[in-house]
Each structure stands twice: as structure tokens, then as C-alpha cells.
């Protein structure tokens, strides 16, 4: 089985631009969750997407968008980038059942500056 | 806000030496999860354990989980360098049928040869 794959792997933008990240979910998995990981913090869970639909969000305000298609591949779009939004941005995939466990990208570093 | 908070926040130990990390968290949970992280790269699922389980094994992995205590430990036995790595927590949170992981913000495990 194919794992998770994000691109690009590291980006730099600058404040006030916007920026899409892409993942390729493991097959035979039907969500796929962004999480945002700060240098020398825990990830923190941005949304879900579950057929298509977003169905669960943090605490992130709405210039943080995303799309999940058909093949269950994913988009993470970032509008207004701001210096706080550097950070290493992870994709992961599951499957929608409550003991199923995520398996993460290698993520993509993105730097705001 | 981050739920499962990790003790000690650094360990470094003698390869063959055992690790131990620790894990607490704030409010009831659905299973919590234990991920290792290399140098920035994505998360590795190590071990899921259910909110009624009270132990379990994976090869030189031990979990336990104290919800009285609200509390989990994770003991790598005979560590190896390659154990050297960033460990996480996870508490399942489950909104609007979405998993959502709370992550603490890690331990950092260095194996000296």
C-alpha cells in the first residue's frame, strides 16, 4: 500500500500571499485531517474532510481552507499568509472509525516571511 | 489548547537503557495514542489504546493508561539510537463524527551509543 504524500516539501511565501498545499492519501482511507506544527510544539488540528465535506475544525480562522476530491487526494489553502503561519503543515488519512489511528505525510515546512 | 502534556519534556539515556515518558491529560477521551516523530519528518503511529484497556505491548513498546489518574505512560525497553526521536501523546477527540487528534508537545528521547 501506497503511504501519505505531501508537496512540496518546503515553500517560502510572503506575508499577505496565499499558498496551497497538497497530499495524496494512503489508499483504502476515506478522511483526511491538516494539522499545524509550530518549531518545538505538538501538532495542532486545523480540519477533517470526510467525503468531500469538512466535519470537524480547530481554532483557525476562515483564510484556512481546504478541498478533499473524489480519489480522496486533498488541498490546504492559506489566504492573508502572516509571519505566524510559518510552520511544518501535515496531512494525515484514516479511515472514519473511532480506533482507527493517522497515518501522517512528511509534511510540507512553510515559511512566512 | 494542548490536552495531553508529557513529563519530562527532554530524556537522554544509554543505549540499552529503558525509556519512560509520560502523558497527562484534562477531560474524558475516546482512546489515546502514542506517535514518534524523526527531526521534523511526519508522525509514526506506535500505539493506540483503548479508554477500557489498561496496558498493552508492542514489541519493546509498553502503554498504559490510568483514566482515574488521567494518565498514560510509554516504556521503550533496551533502546537502540535509533529510538532517538520526539515522542507524542494523542488524546481522540471525536466532533461531528471527525477524529480529532489533541497532541501535548512531545518528549525528546536521545539515545547516546
Known amino acids: 500500500e501506497t503511504g501519505v504524500t505531501q508537496s512540496p516539501t518546503h515553500l517560502i511565501k510572503t506575508r499577505g500571499q496565499q499558498v496551497t498545499l497538497r497530499c495524496s ?4 482511507h476515506n478522511t ?3 494539522y499545524q506544527q509550530a518549531l518545538g510544539q505538538g501538532p495542532q488540528f486545523i480540519f477533517q474532510y470526510y467525503r468531500e465535506e469538512e466535519n470537524g475544525r480547530g481554532n483557525f ?5 481546504g478541498l478533499q476530491f473524489p480519489n480522496y487526494s486533498s488541498e490546504l489553502n492559506v489566504n492573508a499568509l502572516e509571519l505566524d503561519d510559518s510552520a511544518l503543515y501535515l496531512c494525515a488519512s484514516g479511515r472514519r472509525d473511532r480506533d482507527s489511528p493517522l497515518h501522517f505525510g512528511n509534511g510540507t515546512r512553510l515559511t512566512v516571511t | 489548547s494542548q490536552q495531553g502534556e508529557e513529563d519530562p519534556q ?3 539515556i544509554q543505549e540499552g537503557e529503558n525509556a519512560t515518558m509520560n502523558c497527562s491529560y484534562k477531560t474524558s477521551i475516546n482512546n489515546l495514542q502514542w506517535y514518534r516523530q524523526n527531526s521534523g519528518r511526519g508522525l509514526v503511529h506506535l500505539i493506540l489504546i483503548r479508554s ?10 509498553r502503554v498504559t493508561l490510568d483514566t482515574s489518574k488521567k494518565s498514560s505512560s510509554l516504556l521503550i525497553t533496551a533502546s537502540r539510537a535509533a ?3 520526539s515522542y507524542f501523546c494523542a488524546t481522540a477527540d471525536i466532533i461531528q463524527g471527525a477524529q480529532k487528534l489533541v497532541f501535548g508537545q ?6 547516546n551509543p
Open chain 1, 32 to 34: 483526511v485531517s491538516w
Open chain 2, 10 to 12: 527532554a530524556l537522554s
Open chain 1, 61 to 65: 480562522p476562515p483564510r484556512f481552507s
Open chain 2, 106 to 111: 512531545g518528549t525528546r528521547l536521545t539515545i
Open chain 1, 25 to 28: 492519501s494512503q489508499s483504502g
Open chain 2, 52 to 61: 477500557n484497556e489498561r496496558e498493552k505491548h508492542s514489541g519493546r513498546l
Open chain 2, 83 to 85: 529510538d532517538t526521536a
